[in-house]
């Protein structure tokens, strides 16, 4: 409660009737026994003073308001923030203020925004990792939220299978790595490693962790990711319940039954087919004469034709008189063959024509008219149990509207399930499904309209030159079509104004000035007049009517010197991504000069006497000398036949640069800045097939214990690899065998019963075109040689 207002009133008073005395003693005077009670209030008080030596005295009434000013702030559920928030990179968080009174206007802001950012409405989004404060305030009061900004947050966690878990996780999950995640035994503090990181391909909050290891033991789990534990308790691994995973499958399809046993919670223990052997459990399958079995597939001819299923699990345990104890069943179960058209749901994914299967396609179904590249439709085809059919041989396709959409062939690929489609015009189309001549489902595409370029956007609106160095500097335009995809454009320059005395903007044009190469325009400073100038960078369509553009700010500046009086270091590129993708056909350095200047203008390369640069962690990076620049290696090339392979030399993080001149005067400067490497590719994800396996060397053992999927494709030399992987090709490896011994390359030899971590692996993926990339990728666990 908020007096300020009273008391300044009531002194007033004070001091005008009586003598001067303390406000304090008159605020703790009974004549207010009622005063915390009874606000907004009418007060009366009763002054006493003297007049010409007589006692006076006088009543004073007046209205007192006290306000009240607060500020709090509620979540998007409507709870009030309290601690610290968890946010995530890229994920909004909405915080609404409740003030008192309640239409005072608020201001938010942030104690820093390169980690989040905040808008007028409360809204906080988070750009970077680390802590920031955000603040809500009135012109009277003010209050705050802790916000922790994590490229991850987990929440929840529980087991499905002895050696798989489920998560719910927030954040970019695309990129989880297995060594991301801790799973630990919170008594024996035994650290469990993950083999395998699977997202989800509609929820991609919902990842599932494959284990090396059984969680069996009844005991309490941590999982920890990003600083965030969520806690499970492991499976007792005693059977409650078995049962058959289809008890319905699609006639005249052979299809695999599986007897399944869980615990008490559902936690799957054991998954068996027919060829199984396993001495606790039963399991045979009676086709009753209206089918068959081929191994572990149940094959029926016709709808409503049924087979009998035996399973059974026995402990092995028996009481003292012998009877066994803790067995279930034998159980019969009827399985029965059901309609294809009742139990098949299908979809589609437009997409390329390279791409490779329907998971790797953009979850698409638009078709632009006249794309000058060329598509496909991905189908998928699933049963009533959501497993994807085997045998697409049996499906044919065609499109409902030929005048729409066209059709490459009425059959599938039979690797992809894709078919080649062609947008004819606006509008929408179906893929008809056909099986034995008849319709058993469709999908729909969306025919939209022909890609045109809706956006261009400029990596520079401001450009500096200097006539003394003669330097240029080069723009870079990203244009996009209406559907948010780059697209191909020619761009057009002209100059808006200039304010160089008797020279035209139709005057500077050409080469002189500015030269076009695709999407970039680089702008000259040699043999052009000092001054500034506006061009207009535009996209113009056939009818040569501009469509949109973009002004940038060139300054050519004459210093009428080379002799500087400051100096700088110049890095052509501070925020370096090492992202390889079809353009990398060549070595990519960057380039560290010595600029002099003279009243802020670049005048003059000055010769490094000495330099150093090093990472983040303080190791020297090796630099080579290209007449006044010093060049750091950041990604090679090497060609091998057709194929350029780009190899990525810097590690990420804060770069740190010291160098060494001497000025005009003969005395060394030192000079420092620091520059930044980032590498936005997309991450490798690596699947352990297999943690003992043969081999001869540990190159053969990693080749035959793991995949490595990237993108459209997955890289494996295994005895199983699908038809459409590609091999698996080891670029760098290195780790430490179970002896101690240390290896850098492959062809370290290994013997059975020996086992290695991997500490590195660079393993050789296609990036796009004829362009490929040696990627490291994180291996768990040990591998063990049989």
């Given at each position: 409660?908020?007096?300020?207002?009273?008391?300044?009133?009531?002194?007033?008073?004070?001091?005008?009737?009586?003598?001067?005395?303390?406000?304090?003693?008159?605020?703790?005077?009974?004549?207010?026994?009622?005063?915390?009670?009874?606000?907004?209030?009418?007060?009366?008080?009763?002054?006493?003073?003297?007049?010409?030596?007589?006692?006076?005295?006088?009543?004073?009434?007046?209205?007192?308001?006290?306000?009240?000013?607060?500020?709090?702030?509620?979540?998007?559920?409507?709870?009030?923030?309290?601690?610290?928030?968890?946010?995530?990179?890229?994920?909004?968080?909405?915080?609404?203020?409740?003030?008192?009174?309640?239409?005072?206007?608020?201001?938010?802001?942030?104690?820093?925004?390169?980690?989040?950012?905040?808008?007028?409405?409360?809204?906080?989004?988070?750009?970077?990792?680390?802590?920031?404060?955000?603040?809500?305030?009135?012109?009277?009061?003010?209050?705050?939220?802790?916000?922790?900004?994590?490229?991850?947050?987990?929440?929840?966690?529980?087991?499905?299978?002895?050696?798989?878990?489920?998560?719910?996780?927030?954040g970019n999950t695309k990129n989880l790595k297995t060594t991301d995640f801790t799973v630990k035994n919170t008594t024996s503090n035994v650290v469990y490693p993950v083999s395998k990181v699977s997202v989800d391909s509609k929820d991609a909050t919902k990842v599932t962790l494959t284990l090396f290891s059984e969680l069996s033991d009844d005991a309490n789990y941590d999982?920890?990711?990003?600083?965030?534990?969520?806690?499970?308790?492991?499976?007792?691994?005693?059977?409650?319940?078995?049962?058959?995973?289809?008890?319905?499958?699609?006639?005249?399809?052979?299809?695999?039954?599986?007897?399944?046993?869980?615990?008490?919670?559902?936690?799957?223990?054991?998954?068996?087919?027919?060829?199984?052997?396993?001495?606790?459990?039963?399991?045979?399958?009676?086709?009753?004469?209206?089918?068959?079995?081929?191994?572990?597939?149940?094959?029926?001819?016709?709808?409503?034709?049924?087979?009998?299923?035996?399973?059974?699990?026995?402990?092995?345990?028996?009481?003292?008189?012998?009877?066994?104890?803790?067995?279930?069943?034998?159980?019969?179960?009827?399985?029965?063959?059901?309609?294809?058209?009742?139990?098949?749901?299908?979809?589609?994914?437009?997409?390329?024509?390279?791409?490779?299967?329907?998971?790797?396609?953009?979850?698409?179904?638009?078709?632009?008219?006249?794309?000058?590249?060329?598509?496909?439709?991905?189908?998928?085809?699933?049963?009533?149990?959501?497993?994807?059919?085997?045998?697409?041989?049996?499906?044919?396709?065609?499109?409902?509207?030929?005048?729409?959409?066209?059709?490459?062939?009425?059959?599938?690929?039979?690797?992809?399930?894709?078919?080649?489609?062609?947008?004819?015009?606006?509008?929408?189309?179906?893929?008809?499904?056909?099986?034995?001549?008849?319709?058993?489902?469709?999908?729909?595409?969306?025919?939209?309209?022909?890609?045109?370029?809706?956006?261009?956007?400029?990596?520079?609106?401001?450009?500096?030159?200097?006539?003394?160095?003669?330097?240029?500097?080069?723009?870079?335009?990203?244009?996009?079509?209406?559907?948010?995809?780059?697209?191909?454009?020619?761009?057009?320059?002209?100059?808006?104004?200039?304010?160089?005395?008797?020279?035209?903007?139709?005057?500077?044009?050409?080469?002189?000035?500015?030269?076009?190469?695709?999407?970039?325009?680089?702008?000259?400073?040699?043999?052009?007049?000092?001054?500034?100038?506006?061009?207009?960078?535009?996209?113009?369509?056939?009818?040569?009517?501009?469509?949109?553009?973009?002004?940038?700010?060139?300054?050519?500046?004459?210093?009428?010197?080379?002799?500087?009086?400051?100096?700088?270091?110049?890095?052509?590129?501070?925020?370096?991504?090492?992202?390889?993708?079809?353009?990398?056909?060549?070595?990519?350095?960057?380039?560290?000069?010595?600029?002099?200047?003279?009243?802020?203008?670049?005048?003059?390369?000055?010769?490094?006497?000495?330099?150093?640069?090093?990472?983040?962690?303080?190791?020297?990076?090796?630099?080579?000398?290209?007449?006044?620049?010093?060049?750091?290696?950041?990604?090679?090339?090497?060609?091998?036949?057709?194929?350029?392979?780009?190899?990525?030399?810097?590690?990420?993080?804060?770069?740190?640069?010291?160098?060494?001149?001497?000025?005009?005067?003969?005395?060394?400067?030192?000079?420092?800045?620091?520059?930044?490497?980032?590498?936005?590719?997309?991450?490798?994800?690596?699947?352990?097939?297999?943690?003992?396996?043969?081999?001869?060397?540990?190159?053969?053992?990693?080749?035959?214990?793991?995949?490595?999927?990237?993108?459209?494709?997955?890289?494996?030399?295994?005895?199983?690899?699908?038809?459409?992987?590609?091999?698996?090709?080891?670029?760098?490896?290195?780790?430490?065998?179970?002896?101690?011994?240390?290896?850098?390359?492959?062809?370290?030899?290994?013997?059975?019963?020996?086992?290695?971590?991997?500490?590195?692996?660079?393993?050789?993926?296609?990036?796009?075109?004829?362009?490929?990339?040696?990627?490291?990728?994180?291996?768990?666990?040990?591998?063990?040689?049989?």
């Open positions: 409660m908020q007096s300020i207002g009273f008391r300044r009133f009531f002194c007033v008073y004070y001091v005008l009737l009586t003598e001067a005395t303390d406000c304090q003693i008159l605020l703790s005077s009974p004549v207010f026994p009622a005063f915390f009670k009874t606000i907004p209030a009418v007060f009366t008080v009763k002054v006493t003073a003297k007049k010409n030596g007589k006692k006076v005295s006088k009543t004073l009434a007046s209205n007192i308001t006290v306000k009240n000013y607060k500020v709090r702030l509620e979540d998007a559920t409507g709870a009030t923030v309290s601690g610290t928030t968890i946010a995530v990179v890229g994920t909004p968080v909405q915080f609404t203020a409740k003030t008192a009174p309640a239409k005072a206007a608020v201001t938010y802001t942030s104690s820093d925004s390169a980690i989040a950012t905040v808008d007028t409405t409360g809204k906080v989004t988070p750009v970077k990792t680390g802590k920031v404060t955000i603040t809500a305030a009135t012109d009277k009061a003010s209050t705050t939220a802790e916000v922790e900004v994590k490229n991850y947050a987990l929440g929840t966690v529980s087991q499905t299978k002895l050696t798989e878990l489920t998560a719910t996780v927030a999982v920890t990711l990003d600083g965030t534990t969520k806690s499970f308790k492991a499976s007792d691994g005693k059977v409650a319940s078995i049962a058959l995973d289809n008890e319905t499958i699609p006639y005249a399809t052979e299809t695999e039954v599986k007897l399944v046993s869980k615990d008490a919670n559902g936690v799957v223990l054991k998954e068996l087919k027919t060829t199984d052997a396993d001495a606790h459990y039963t399991f045979t399958i009676d086709t009753k004469g209206n089918g068959y079995t081929n191994d572990s597939k149940l094959y029926l001819n016709k709808v409503n034709d049924t087979a009998e299923a035996t399973i059974e699990y026995k402990t092995g345990k028996y009481d003292q008189n012998g009877k066994a104890e803790g067995n279930i069943g034998p159980n019969k179960v009827t399985i029965t063959a059901v309609d294809q058209a009742v139990v098949n749901g299908f979809d589609v994914r437009i997409d390329k024509a390279t791409t490779t299967k329907f998971d790797k396609a953009k979850d698409s179904k638009k078709l632009a008219v006249k794309d000058p590249t060329q598509y496909a439709a991905f189908l998928k085809i699933k049963d009533a149990n959501g497993n994807e059919i085997k045998d697409y041989n049996k499906y044919k396709v065609e499109s409902s509207d030929k005048a729409t959409l066209m059709l490459g062939t009425s059959t599938l690929d039979p690797n992809k399930h894709s078919v080649n489609v062609t947008a004819v015009k606006a509008g929408t189309a179906y893929i008809l499904i056909k099986k034995d001549n008849k319709i058993v489902g469709s999908v729909a595409v969306e025919i939209v309209a022909e890609r045109t370029v809706a956006t261009l956007e400029l990596d520079s609106y401001n450009v500096t030159l200097s006539k003394q160095l003669k330097n240029t500097k080069t723009v870079t335009a990203t244009v996009k079509d209406q559907y948010g995809d780059d697209i191909a454009a020619n761009l057009s320059v002209e100059c808006l104004s200039t304010d160089v005395s008797n020279l035209s903007t139709s005057a500077v044009a050409g080469s002189t000035y500015y030269t076009i190469n695709g999407k970039k325009v680089t702008f000259n400073s040699e043999n052009v007049a000092a001054g500034n100038y506006v061009y207009k960078i535009s996209y113009k369509n056939s009818d040569n009517k501009e469509v949109v553009a973009k002004t940038v700010s060139v300054a050519v500046k004459d210093a009428k010197t080379t002799v500087p009086d400051a100096w700088r270091i110049d890095v052509d590129n501070n925020n370096f991504d090492l992202k390889v993708d079809k353009d990398t056909t060549a070595d990519k350095n960057i380039a560290i000069q010595v600029v002099g200047m003279k009243d802020g203008i670049d005048v003059k390369y000055e010769t490094i006497k000495s330099i150093s640069v090093k990472d983040a962690k303080g190791n020297a990076v090796v630099t080579t000398t290209s007449g006044s620049a010093v060049l750091v290696k950041a990604i090679t090339t090497a060609t091998s036949g057709s194929a350029i392979v780009a190899d990525k030399k810097l590690a990420t993080g804060t770069y740190s640069v010291k160098a060494t001149i001497t000025n005009n005067e003969g005395k060394d400067i030192e000079l420092s800045t620091t520059f930044t490497v980032k590498d936005t590719q997309d991450k490798a994800s690596v699947d352990v097939k297999d943690n003992t396996v043969a081999g001869a060397t540990v190159a053969d053992a990693v080749k035959n214990a793991l995949t490595v999927t990237y993108g459209e494709t997955t890289y494996s030399s295994r005895s199983d690899k699908a038809a459409a992987d590609q091999p698996l090709v080891i670029a760098a490896v290195e780790g430490i065998k179970n002896n101690g011994v240390k290896f850098t390359s492959g062809t370290q030899t290994v013997v059975s019963g020996e086992y290695f971590t991997i500490t590195k692996l660079a393993v050789t993926v296609k990036v796009d075109g004829n362009v490929y990339t040696n990627m490291e990728v994180s291996v768990p666990g040990a591998i063990t040689i049989k």
